[in-house]
C-alpha cells in the first residue's frame, strides 16, 4: 500500500447518493461520500464500487485520461476507504442503476490501517465471535446490509401497520419493580438504594394502557437472564408488544395474521433486491395461519417416539417433531392454562386457557391471549402462582376503575426476522447481540 495523504473533508458536503448515479442524471456534476467495497483494476480502467446510505455506485477511471495525482490517490485506495469523489455521471448500462461516475477529483478522508480477518464478499466466514470483536465492520459486508434494510423496512411496516389500525404507540419504563414473566430469568440492578430489574416484557403496563388508550402498542428491549446459550435467545431483544380492549385472544390472532400478511407483501415489494442476496428468491405469501388446539398437538405427538404427559410443555425435541408436519406458520391454541403465566385469562373449563403461541416450525415467534380482567381472579391466579399479590399492588389498584375486557400478544422481532431472511443464528439479525457470553462491543 502506497504511503497517501489523508485529506481534510474542508468544505465538500454530498451533492448526491448512489441512489441518484443514474441515466436521469447524465452529465451532472456531483460530489458522493462513501466507503470503498471493492476495487478492479482492469489494465486501462479501474472499477471501483462505493457503499454509501442507500446502497452502490460505480466509478470508473480511465487511468491514461486522468492526471497523476489522481491516479496516485487511486492506487493508495483498499476496501473499506472512506471517499469522497467529485465527478460527471455519465450513462453505463453495466453499472449499478445504469450509470457510473467519471470523477475528476478524490479526496482520501480514511484508509484502512488493517485487513478485516473476512472478505466482505466471502463465502466462508471466520467464527462469529471472531467477526463480532469487529461488529461494525462485520455489518459492512452486503449480506449483513441486506438483513439491515430488511429489518428497518420490517419496523416500518409493521408501525404502520398498526398506526393505520387505530393503536397508538406508547413507551414503557425498562427499569422496573417486580417480574411478570416469572423470576429467574430478571436481570437485577441498583435503583438507587432499592433492588430493581430490567423489564422481561411490558406486560403489566401495556394492560393498564388499555384503560385510557384501548388500543396501544410498543416497540423495545425486553431483557431476559437466559441461562443457555441457544440459537434464537438473545438476552436484550426487541419486542413488540399489543394490547387491545374489548377483543379476545381469537381477534389478536386475526391481527397477527394480517400484520404477518402484510409485512410478507411488503418486504417482497420493497426488499426483493435484498431477499435475492440472501438466497430467497421469493418470499410466500401468507394469508390464512393454521390453528391447532395444544390437544390436538399432543395427540399428533402422542404417535411419536417421545414422552409427552398432557399439560407438559412442548420440549425442543417436541418441537422439531412438530415441525416436520408443520414447517411454517401456525398458532398453537389454548393451552392448559397451568402452563401459561398469571394474567392469561382460563377458558369456560379452567383447565385451559385463552392463550396461543405463533410458531414457525419449532421456533416461538409470539405468545397472546386474552387476559384476566377482574381483580378478585387475578390475585386468585398470582397465588396459585406462588406469587405475592403484594408485590402486584400497583397494579391490582388499577382494577378497581373499571378494566375492560383484554387480549394482546408480544412477538420478538428478531426471531420474526430470523425467519423472514433465512438465519440460523439469532444474533445475525441483531446488530450488537447481547447474550451470556457477549456484553461488547
Ligand atoms: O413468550 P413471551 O415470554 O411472552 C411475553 O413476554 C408475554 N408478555 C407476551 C404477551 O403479550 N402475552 O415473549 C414473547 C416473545 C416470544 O414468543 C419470543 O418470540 C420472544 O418474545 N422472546 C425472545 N426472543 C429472543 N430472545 C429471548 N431470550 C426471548 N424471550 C422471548
Ligand atoms: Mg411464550
Known amino acids: 500500500m502506497p504511503a497517501s495523504k489523508i485529506d481534510s473533508l474542508g468544505e465538500w458536503r454530498r451533492t448526491h447518493y448512489s441512489k441518484d448515479i443514474t441515466p436521469s442524471n447524465d452529465g451532472k456534476e456531483v460530489t458522493v ?27 470508473t477511471l480511465h487511468k491514461n485520461k486522468v492526471s497523476k495525482e489522481l491516479l496516485s490517490k ?35 478522508l480514511a484508509l484502512p490501517q488493517k485487513v478485516p480477518p473476512f472478505g466482505l464478499h466471502a463465502e466462508t466466514l471466520p467464527s462469529m465471535d471472531k467477526r463480532f470483536e469487529i461488529r461494525a ?64 416484557s411490558p406486560q403489566l403496563f401495556k394492560e393498564q394502557l388499555v384503560m385510557a388508550f384501548e388500543k396501544v402498542f410498543e416497540i423495545a428491549p425486553a431483557y431476559r437472564a437466559e441461562q443457555s446459550r441457544t440459537l434464537q435467545h438473545l438476552s436484550e431483544f426487541l419486542s413488540i408488544d399489543v394490547e387491545e380492549a374489548f ?29 435475492k442476496l440472501l438466497g430467497i428468491s421469493k418470499l410466500p405469501a401468507i394469508d ?22 398432557w399439560g407438559d410443555d412442548l420440549s425442543s425435541e417436541s418441537l422439531d417433531m412438530i415441525a416436520d408436519e408443520l414447517p411454517s406458520y401456525y398458532f398453537i391454541t389454548d393451552w392448559p392454562t397451568k402452563s401459561k403465566p398469571f394474567y392469561i385469562k382460563p377458558a369456560s373449563n379452567p383447565e385451559l386457557s385463552e392463550s ?25 391466579r398470582l397465588k396459585e402462582k406462588g406469587l405475592k399479590p403484594k408485590g402486584f ?13 383484554h387480549a ?11 425467519v423472514l431472511t433465512g438465519q440460523k443464528n439469532i444474533r445475525e439479525v441483531s446488530v450488537f447481540p447481547r447474550d451470556q457470553f457477549r456484553l461488547t462491543p
Open 356 to 380: 396461543f403461541d405463533l410458531m414457525y416450525g419449532s421456533l416461538e415467534i409470539a405468545s397472546g391471549g386474552t387476559r384476566i380482567g377482574s381483580k378478585k381472579e387475578l390475585m386468585k
Open 33 to 59: 461520500f462513501g466507503w470503498i467495497s471493492s476495487i478492479r483494476d482492469q489494465g486501462g480502467l479501474v472499477f471501483i464500487i462505493i457503499n454509501d446510505n442507500f446502497g452502490i455506485m460505480q466509478m
Open 247 to 275: 377483543v379476545d385472544y381469537k381477534d389478536v390472532m386475526n391481527t397477527i395474521e394480517a400484520l404477518i400478511s402484510r409485512l410478507y407483501t411488503g418486504v417482497s415489494k420493497e426488499c426483493s433486491k435484498e431477499l
Open 408 to 418: 394482546g400478544f408480544g412477538l420478538g422481532f428478531e426471531r420474526l426476522l430470523m
Open 288 to 309: 390464512k395461519i393454521p390453528r391447532l388446539t395444544y390437544d390436538s398437538i399432543i395427540e399428533l405427538l402422542k404417535g411419536k417416539d417421545v414422552q409427552i404427559e
Open 137 to 200: 465492520v462485520d455489518l459492512r459486508r452486503p449480506k449483513a446490509l441486506a438483513i439491515f434494510a430488511i429489518r428497518g423496512k420490517s419496523l416500518e411496516i409493521i408501525r404502520e401497520f398498526l398506526k393505520e389500525r387505530g393503536y397508538h404507540e406508547v413507551n414503557t419504563p425498562k427499569i422496573i419493580a417486580t417480574a411478570t414473566e416469572g423470576g429467574a430469568a430478571l436481570f437485577p440492578l441498583l435503583y438507587y438504594d432499592k433492588e430493581a430489574f430490567l423489564t422481561q
Open 393 to 405: 399492588e400497583y397494579h391490582l389498584a388499577v382494577f378497581d376503575y373499571g378494566m375492560p375486557p
Open 74 to 108: 487511486v492506487e493508495s485506495l483498499s476496501e473499506h476507504a472512506s471517499i469522497g469523489v467529485r465527478g460527471k455521471v455519465k450513462t453505463m448500462s453495466k453499472a449499478p442503476n445504469g450509470a457510473e461516475i467519471v470523477p475528476s477529483e478524490i479526496k482520501v
